[in-house]
Each structure stands twice: as structure tokens, then as C-alpha cells.
């Protein structure tokens, strides 16, 4: 019988990791710096300083391979929901019929947190250096609401004050993290709203309009604009936010120590913007990219209604779809680009992270993409051997670790295979409804079209010879 | 500054504890037996082995003062979520300017389970003793959810079928935790159904009947009556269910011990049926009946919407509305008290667990009541100074924390304060939403008119002097 008591690896709060680690300075090729949309011109720090946390901006490019994580965050992540726990799937293996320890399936559970997925990991640590700065307010946007209400919950441990820009589309069919932002004292309006300028401008065009995560994000930079103690928040995509993932990688790799493993063979997570992959893979990455692990397999998993990195061009694009944020070199399917709606709110992005752009131009990791039917279908597979229903963002990784178990067996490898549990459904119920009754839709758009469109664009031409 | 390391007390998966602690043999007057609603007399066993498993019927009478827990279930709980954290709210302290150490609250987290809830406690120990037992499938009621989410979940660990008879109302209104047991592989059914002569009976008079959780037992029971292979569940109430949730109050006097404490002041947990809470004081209340902190205050709270303590007889009464099931001697408010709509429908039950009922007449816990825009308003507050929205269940153990620290600071007293949180909100975020809109209300019935419902029943009439 399978020793159960080995199925979940604990560490102690002391065991949290000191260290956030970049990869910045063990990049193949250098890092391209955020452009300011006004000038074509990189942006200067004391723009990026007007906008987020200094010590962000610090982090943004800081060329340090470790950054310690101050004592007080440690703290508090100590007294919340840090270490999270890593799991070996045993009965998920049960399940695929690859029993025994040939092949071994672990899951990294950031689900736990309190706003049930890795966001805090970032949103707590903005907020302890924006409330470190002096900053009264910070500002965002969400969509379906895992980023607001991480968000609202750091600031709420900081007394300050949080404003959330909420699709409105989102705001008023998903009221269920809307009430819970509004819970850790959040301000939560509908976007567009008719509290900033930009959002008066699509409202007069359309009182009804539905909102888009770009038209959000330019109310939230435009409220951030106001004042001095204002500053804006990310919740993916830009350098700092996946550093502070980073301890989610971090900590894996002590719990795989405990039980004798160095590295894994296949690491897999979902990708929207990237954080959580990232977070997850960063540590592991600087290994292979120094010679370490030259065979481990990292594999970003995208939804086939949004697939930046699988079927994007690489090029400067900007990052919001009202062209006012930074223009930014990544993977991206335009900055017009509206994906279908599937249930992976938290994947419907249209580019992303720099950091996994340029690893993935450099094949030290993979992508691939999956159709949402399949990946709530391997959702449920999970939650009926693991007991923990996934979040559809999170369900991919799910999809593309039993694959991988799958094609292990079928070729009667010896595999690690690890992923990043990114956050729980409870909020997504109606995934697994739909589901369930045979009405959840695919989407997938011809590569074609995607080009067409990107072609349709008018894009930032940036001339690079300046940096 | 506070030390938020020492914020939560960990325990390893191997000091998970070895047993369940029986309260039976220390009950200050005996225990009641269960009786057969047929004849009036107690239920012969064989009668109790043909509903319960029979280990679970065993249990419900043993008058071992420990009962083992089997290995192979301490060894599942290690891998999916036991033992659950004691936190120290040193936040909320400080949000009620107790900051210091005069004034100590903590709670233990239940809510960090699969399901949200203290539930799979017993849900997977009455799941592991079936499965031994040979039995194929469990049938049970639900109201909101709690307990059925909970017993789809034990049952799929062991694969055994699991049937949910699910209070109409709540099977239309509340969607969520009907799709949480569907993806578990449970059969939910919307009770009244036409599956059940019960049933059946209710929706002949009124197609469109809402439904109760009296008429859902009634349907559970008659369901399992069908085959040998077939048995019922109880989510509380009930001896056996109180002593697997034991290992909540065993596990919290572990981690009080890392903290230099041996014994609370003052200990708290919402009751319904009782379950959770007696699963936390059950291990104290023994030290207190061997005298051995004969101060300690033991405070279970209810609804004052449903006070069955408070405000209900001591006497025989049926477990259900439809009397059909086993009658108990138990505070009860009368099988055919429907208690008005309130957000916590864990604690809409007419009656309380013999043995609360036998530990309050002997005063050695004390009941309490508050009504639920008090309790939300609670909820809210432990929200923004600890980040967990608690369920409207535990948030009455919130709210009547907080007020016992706020006495304390008053009369300058040393006081620990431990209450049970025994699960999230997350299922739950109308009841919040209603709160900060305005528009949740508060529902009283005066004693008087209890009293006359109570008065005008047809209550059993037991010949005590059988047994």
C-alpha cells in the first residue's frame, strides 16, 4: 500500500525562504526595458516612480541573482498561509494506472491562501513597500476578480487603502470576489466607470459597455496619476511581480529535498500574463540555465482561445489595449486582440511576461495550449482523486501533467513530473457546470486570423540601437 | 512590535493525534438511548447496524475512554489536510486594542479542508468504516450543502457510491456546493423527489414544495431501508459523529502546549447539532469534569433565530420532521419548528447533540445566543484583521470572542480566549453582500410562542424506567 503519510510535504514557518531569486542576470539575452508610449523611448525611473512602489521599480532591474525577502513579509507570510504545502498526487498516479515510483506526479499548492490563489504572494509584498514609502492608496484592475481581491487582502494587512477597476461584464455576473474585495475594504468599481476620463469616453460611446481588462487598466493608471500617495499595481507580467513569485519555486525545491529529489524532469504551469509559472520555474530555470539540469523539461501551458506564446509574434506591443500603459517586447496576440470567453479569465491576456518571452525565444522552456473542454474535464479528474477542485487557469497545468504522466508510461520512462496548483474553483463553479451538462464551448481562432490581425495593427516601431 | 512568527502553531502530519477522546464514560448523568419511533423502546442494535455502519453504531455506545483512530485514517488526513493550523489573532487583537499578552485570542482553522468545513472529519472515518464493512454506498440529507460536500468528498476517497437528498430550496437557490458534490462523483437529488415514497407523498400535495431538511431525512432513510449494501450518514448529533470530530480539540491541546498553555479560559464554538464544537471542547470538558480547570468557561452559541439550548426543552423529541427517524432525548424547539430563513443553515436544526444537551443541564457549558447581522458584522471585522471570511456558522464563535475579549479588557482580566472556526465564507458571500447593503434581517420568535409550539406537539412519551 502506498504510504500516505508521504503524500503531503510540510515545512515550518522558519523554513521560508530568505530570498526571492532573479533571473535577470543569468538571462541568454539582455532584458528589454519598458517604453514609454508617449516617446518611444524607455522610461525613465522617475516616470516608473510616478507610477509604482520605488523598491519595485529598484526590483524592475536590479541585476542582484538574490533579493532577501525583508524579515517583516517573512513574517507575516509566517503567520498567514506560508510555507504552502507540496503534494504527491498518489491517488491521482493510483488513478492513471502508474502506481509505484517510476513515475511520480507533485503538485505545489498555492490554493490555500486566503484569497485562494498565489496572488498575495505579490499584493502583500506591494503593499508592504508602498505603505514603506509613504503611499496612502494603491490602485488596479481585475477581471474576474483573483488579482482584486489579492490585492485588496494585501492592502487591508497594511490599512491602506485599495481601489479596484472591475470589468463590468465581470462585476456584475461573478459578484462573488467582487463582495469579497469589498470584505478587506476595497473599493470596487464598475469599468468603465464614469470616474476617470477614459472611462466617460467608452460610456458616452456605449452606456452599457461590457468593459475590457485594457479599458481598466487605463482607469486604474489614470486614477493612479491623481496624487502623490496614489500608486498603480500589477498583479503579472513585469519583472518585480515575478520575483516575488519567485518563493513559491524557492520553497518547492526544499520540500523536494526532503524527499531526495534534486530536480525535476518535467515542470509544468499555466500562463497568462505568467506569474505563477514563472514563480514556480524561475529557481529551476537558473539551474538549467547554468549547466545544472540541461534535460528538465519546463512547460508553460496556454488556453487555445488565447495563446500568446504558441501562436503570438514576439515584437513590442503595448500592455493594455487603450495604448496609454508601457509598450513592452513579448509574445503577444495585439494589443486588440479580445479573446473568447472562456472560463480562464485569469489566461485571457494578450501577451507576456518579458522574462518568459525571452526563455522561450531561447528554448529553455516550452509551451503548449489546450482547449478549455479538455482541461475542466482533467479539473474534475483531479478533484475526484485529489480532492481539490482546481481553478480553470490552474486546470491546465492539470491537463498537461497527466498528459505528460500518460506519455511517461506509454514509453515506460522513469519521470518526475511537477506543476503549480495555482488556486482553487470554488469561485468557478459554473466551469464545471457547464461541463457537466455538455454546454462548455471551445474556442479557437485559425493562426491565419491571429496573423491578420496582428498585421491589421498599428504597432510601436521602437528603435532598440538606443539601448 | 508583535511577533507574527509565533502567530500559527503548525503540527507535523505525525502528530496527527493517535485517538478520539469519549466523553461517555465521563458524562455527569448517563447517556439517553436512541428509540425506536415504532414501539417506544430503545433501538436494538441490530435495528441501528441495519441504518449506521456498524462500527459507527459500536462507537456511538462505547464506553472506552480512547478510541484508536486506524491508521490508514490518520495516514489519509496527513494527505489531504490534517492536522489544520491554531492561529493566534494578533491582528483582531490589535484591532481591539487587547494588543499585549493579557488578552490571548485564538482559533483553530478548520476551514482549510477540501470542502471549507470540519465536516470530512467524519465524513471520511463513517466512508472508511463502510467501505471495510462492505457496504457499496451512503445516503444522506443536506441543507446548504456543508455536510453533503463533505460526504461526496469521503466517499470518493474509498469510491463508494454517495447519495445527497438535497432541500429543494437550496438545490435551486444555492448552486454552488450541488456542483462541489457532483464533481465528488455524488448522486444530488433535489428533496422533495419522486425517488422516495416520502417524497412522493410532499410533492402530491404541493409539485412545487421547497423542501426541508426533516423531509430530506425522511427520503435518505427510506433510500438506504432498500439493500443490505446501502447506509445512511449523519453529518451530527449523533455520539459517533461528536467523537470523530474529537481530533479537532486533541490536536488544538497539542499546539496550545508549544505555547506554554494548558488549559483556555474561555472556549467557544457555534453549535447547530453540535458537532464542531464538541469537537473542540469534548477533550477539555473531560479535564474539566476530572476537575481539573473547573473555571474554564465552555460557551457553545446559536442563532437566536434557532435557539434550541437557549430557549428550547429538555425532552424527547424526533430527530426529524417527519418522524420518522430515531427519537432523542435533546434541548429541542419541536420537529415541526421551522427555523427562519438565516444565512447559517448549519445551525437551523430543531434539536442539539445528547451529549451537549447532558453537559448544559450539568452546567458545565454554557450556551449563548446573537443574532446574524451582530454575527456577520463579526465576520466582517475577523475578514479585514485576519483575512479569512468566515462561514455565518462560525462567525456567531466570532462574534462571541470578540465580545468575551472586550469583556475582559473591561474588568482588566487575564483571559485565553480559543474558538473553533469551522469553515470559510466562500460558498456563503450573500450573506455578507445582504450585510453591507442593509439588508439582512434579523428573525426572534418570543419564548412564549415557542413554548406554545412545543406545548401543542405530539411529543413521544418514553417509559424511562426501561432502561
Avoid at 340 to 361: E, F, K, V
Avoid at 442 to 462: G, H, R, W
Wanted: glycine content about 8%; proline content about 7%; some cysteine.
Amino acid at each position: 500500500m502506498v504510504d500516505y503519510f508521504n503524500g503531503r510535504i510540510f515545512l515550518q514557518p522558519n523554513e521560508i525562504p530568505k530570498d526571492w531569486v532573479n533571473i535577470l542576470p543569468d538571462l541568454p539575452s539582455s532584458m528589454t526595458p519598458l517604453i514609454n508610449p508617449m516617446d518611444g523611448k524607455p522610461a525613465p525611473p522617475e516616470m516608473a516612480f510616478a507610477i509604482f512602489p520605488k523598491e519595485c521599480v529598484m526590483q524592475e532591474v536590479s541585476q542582484e541573482p538574490r533579493v532577501p525577502i525583508p524579515k517583516m513579509l517573512r513574517e507575516i507570510f509566517a503567520s498567514t498561509y506560508r510555507p504552502s504545502p507540496l503534494h504527491r498526487a498518489l491517488r491521482l498516479e493510483k488513478e492513471l494506472g502508474i502506481e509505484g515510483d517510476d513515475i511520480k506526479i507533485f503538485y505545489k499548492n498555492e490554493s490555500l491562501s486566503p484569497t485562494g490563489s498565489h496572488k498575495p504572494n505579490t499584493a502583500i509584498t506591494q503593499a508592504y513597500y508602498a505603505k514603506k514609502e509613504g503611499t496612502k492608496e494603491l490602485v488596479t484592475e481585475t477581471g474576474a476578480g483573483q488579482w482584486g481581491s489579492g490585492l485588496a487582502y494585501g492592502c487591508n494587512l497594511f490599512n491602506l487603502k485599495c481601489t479596484v477597476y472591475m470589468v463590468r461584464a465581470s462585476f456584475f455576473q461573478k459578484p462573488g470576489r467582487k463582495i469579497l474585495m469589498r470584505s478587506f475594504n476595497a473599493d470596487v468599481h464598475a469599468s468603465p466607470s464614469k470616474l476617470t476620463e477614459s472611462g466617460n469616453s467608452f460610456l458616452e460611446r456605449d452606456p452599457e459597455h461590457p468593459g475590457s481588462l485594457g479599458i481598466a487598466i487605463s482607469e486604474a493608471l489614470e486614477h493612479s496619476m491623481r496624487s502623490d500617495i496614489i500608486k498603480y499595481s500589477l498583479g503579472s507580467v513585469v519583472n518585480f511581480v515575478l520575483l516575488h513569485q519567485t518563493i513559491i519555486g524557492q520553497e518547492t525545491k526544499i520540500q523536494l529535498a526532503k524527499v531526495g529529489i534534486e530536480e525535476p524532469d518535467i515542470l509544468i504551469g499555466c500562463m497568462g500574463g505568467g506569474s505563477n509559472f514563472a514563480g514556480l520555474m524561475i529557481p529551476f530555470a537558473i539551474d538549467k540555465l547554468n549547466g545544472k539540469s540541461p534535460n528538465m523539461e519546463i512547460i508553460g501551458v496556454e488556453p487555445r482561445a488565447c495563446p500568446s506564446v504558441c501562436k503570438g509574434d514576439y515584437r513590442w506591443d503595448y500592455g493594455d489595449s487603450s495604448m496609454k500603459g508601457p509598450i513592452v517586447k513579448m509574445h503577444t496576440l495585439g494589443h486588440s486582440f479580445i479573446p473568447s470567453p472562456i472560463h480562464a479569465g485569469g489566461l485571457r491576456y494578450h501577451g507576456m511576461a518579458p522574462i518568459i518571452s525571452i526563455l522561450h525565444n531561447n528554448r529553455v522552456i516550452n509551451a503548449t495550449m489546450h482547449h478549455q473542454t479538455a482541461v475542466i474535464g482533467a479539473g474534475i479528474q483531479f478533484a475526484k482523486a485529489e480532492g481539490i477542485l482546481p481553478a480553470p487557469e490552474a486546470a491546465h497545468a492539470v491537463k498537461e501533467a497527466i498528459d505528460q504522466a500518460l506519455i511517461a508510461k506509454e514509453n515506460n520512462e522513469k519521470k518526475v513530473i511537477l506543476f503549480n496548483l495555482s488556486g482553487h474553483g470554488f469561485f468557478d463553479l459554473l466551469a464545471y457546470k457547464e461541463y457537466m451538462t455538455g454546454n462548455l464551448k471551445d474556442y479557437e481562432l485559425p493562426t491565419q486570423e491571429i496573423q491578420k490581425t496582428l498585421a491589421s495593427e498599428e504597432m510601436p516601431v521602437i528603435d532598440e540601437s538606443q539601448f
